[in-house]
Structures are given as structure tokens and as C-alpha cells.
């Protein structure tokens, strides 16, 4: 070899030594931590609308990001546990509904950002400082189920004019229960309609003994408070209103599938894909303290009219028109 040509080799090689040791290096792919308290078709509807905002965004799951998935199952005692446990995975972010999960997310890291579903308001509930710059490291969509709760009591009251009196299921134990009851009872006490709480307890629900007690009480209507204990239980709820020959009102689109009579409620997987937003503004250098939280953009109402039909209930054409969606 010429003393010219091992001079080039030379240099080839001291050139390339003198590139910093990071810039061979390939890009780190983040990883993700997504919790849902829930189960069955809810926690689906919510994980494939994250994954869905994740693809419109570009982003492919094992090439350009890595997502761990925990579900609670509606048992609410795991969630800390699996909070603690996707931290020590060295997530780069958090994504959590519920607010069992915002709150033990938001105890366990200041530091971790959190992107939050909430079904309440987060202010009030000092999740974070302001709606427009929350502050901290948490932010996402606050999708304000609680601020529908009087225009599903006035729906189900369309539906069953005259209406004596309303049964309200809820779980004595969940978070955010005893706030959902008491936003009926604003709007009941409006409507001059009763209220009968229908109190259920964790981890085994006595759903006999709440339906056996709303007959009693004459109650003629239902409306099911969303939690992830009772999220579990929608199926069960669905057939117990159906053998009392009692319309339902839910939260979420879920128990209406499972045979409830009607919904009002934020898209879940709208709101799942928005999150995917959130996240990838965090990971591009947007910080939660900066990013506002957002309300839900679209409402729905559904209705199972084959549930109506063994009810015997007649949806009246004022709320079918208004339907966004009809199973039948």
C-alpha cells in the first residue's frame, strides 16, 4: 500500500473516532405507561382509540414506541401498585384515567409527565392549579361527566314522563361516587323528582339486594354512577334493570351495549385518541404545565331499542332524532 493511501486510511479512521460516542448511537424509542381501571369492552374502546390517535400521529408500537398496558380490572386496590410498577419501568410518560389513578400517579411522581382522563372537575378536585395552565406535571382531558348528570336525569324524564321516583347505583367506596350522586341530587331536587341511593359496596357488589330495595322504594327509573368497580358489573346491571322492567340511564356507551336503554356521555374513543395528542406534544418538548386541559369534543347519546322493546318502553321521536347512535 502507497504512503499515500495509508495516509487517507488514517485519516478515514481518526475521523470517524471523532464523532461523540451519542451520535452513533441509535434514538431512544419512548416508552409509554397506559393504565385503565376498567375492563371489558370500555377498556378496549379506550386502548384501541389511544392506539388509533397514536397511529394518526405517525407514531408504530415497537418501532418508534413502546406502550405498557396495565389494567386494574375494576379493582381498585391494584392501581397504586400498578402505578408504582410502570414508574420503575423508567417510563417516559403516563397515561391514566379515573381518579383513583390521577391521584396515585400524582402521589407517586412530580417529575414523570402524566397525560389524565378525568371524569371530574380536576381544579376543584386539586389535581391541578388551572384549566388553562394546570402547573405540575399533569394535563389532559377532563371529560366533565359529572356537568352531564342533570341532562341525563332530564332525558330518562322525557323518555318516562311523570316519573315518581329515580334509583341512582353507586359504589360507596369509589372516589368520585359520592360527588356524582350529589350532581343529581341538584338536578332532582330542580325536576322536584326523588332520588333513592342505592348504595353498593367493593369488591362483591350485592346487586340483588339494590334491586330488591329499589322495587320497594318504588323506584321507576335508573341511572348507574360510572366507576371501575361497577364497570365490571355492566352486564349484570343491564339484565337486573331489564328483569325489573326498569329504563336505564348510564355514563358510558359500554353499559348500553351490554343491554342498559340509554347513554349521555363523551366519546370515549375521542377522547382516548385527543390523549395521543397530549402525549406527543410531551414527547416533541411541550411541558404538561403548558398544555391546557381540554374538554371533550363530542357528546353521544345511544339508545338500545331492542332493550326498549323488552322493557316495554316507546322511545319518544323527539330522543330518537337526537340519537347519535341505535342499537336494535
Not at 60 to 74: D, H, P
Not at 253 to 264: H, P, R
Not at 268 to 284: F, G, N, Q, W
Amino acid at each position: 500500500m502507497s504512503k499515500k493511501l495509508i495516509q487517507l486510511a488514517l485519516s478515514a479512521w481518526l475521523f470517524a473516532l471523532s464523532f461523540p460516542a451519542a451520535a452513533q448511537q441509535p434514538a431512544k424509542i419512548p416508552r409509554i405507561g397506559f393504565l385503565v381501571g376498567t375492563t371489558g369492552s370500555a377498556a378496549s374502546t379506550r386502548t384501541e382509540g389511544f392506539r388509533q390517535g397514536l397511529r394518526d400521529l405517525g407514531y408504530v408500537e415497537g418501532k418508534n414506541i413502546l406502550i405498557e398496558y396495565r389494567y386494574a380490572e375494576g379493582k381498585l386496590e391494584r392501581i397504586p401498585g400498578l402505578v408504582t410498577e410502570l414508574l420503575q419501568l423508567k417510563i417516559d410518560l403516563l397515561v391514566v384515567a379515573n381518579l383513583v389513578s390521577i391521584q396515585a400517579a400524582k402521589q407517586a411522581t412530580d417529575t414523570t409527565p402524566i397525560v389524565m382522563l378525568i371524569t371530574a372537575d380536576p381544579v376543584e378536585l386539586g389535581i391541578v392549579a388551572d384549566l388553562a395552565r394546570p402547573g405540575g406535571n399533569i394535563t389532559g382531558i377532563a371529560t366533565l361527566i359529572r356537568e352531564l348528570s342533570g341532562k341525563r336525569l332530564e332525558l330518562l324524564m322525557e323518555v318516562i314522563p311523570g316519573m315518581s321516583r329515580v334509583g341512582v347505583l353507586w359504589d360507596v367506596n369509589g372516589s368520585s361516587s359520592a360527588i356524582g350522586y350529589k350532581a343529581y341530587e341538584s338536578t332532582a331536587r330542580a325536576l322536584k323528582t326523588p332520588l333513592q341511593a342505592l348504595k353498593l359496596h367493593g369488591p362483591n357488589p350485592d346487586l340483588d339486594g339494590a334491586f330488591r330495595d329499589a322495587v320497594k322504594g318504588g323506584v321507576r327509573g335508573l341511572i348507574t354512577i360510572r366507576t371501575p368497580l361497577l364497570n365490571r358489573y355492566a352486564k349484570q346491571i343491564a339484565d337486573h334493570a331489564m328483569k325489573n322492567r326498569l329504563p336505564s340511564m348510564s355514563e358510558g356507551s359500554d353499559y348500553v351495549e351490554a343491554g342498559g336503554l340509554m347513554s349521555y356521555s363523551a366519546n370515549d374513543a375521542d377522547s382516548y385518541r385527543r390523549a395521543a395528542v397530549y402525549v406527543d406534544r410531551i414527547l416533541k418538548g411541550t411541558k404538561p404545565a403548558d398544555l391546557p386541559v381540554e374538554q371533550p369534543r363530542k357528546f353521544e347519546i345511544v339508545i338500545n331499542l331492542k332493550t326498549a322493546n323488552q322493557i316495554r318502553v316507546t322511545i319518544p321521536p323527539s330522543v330518537l332524532l337526537r340519537a347519535d347512535k341505535v342499537i336494535r
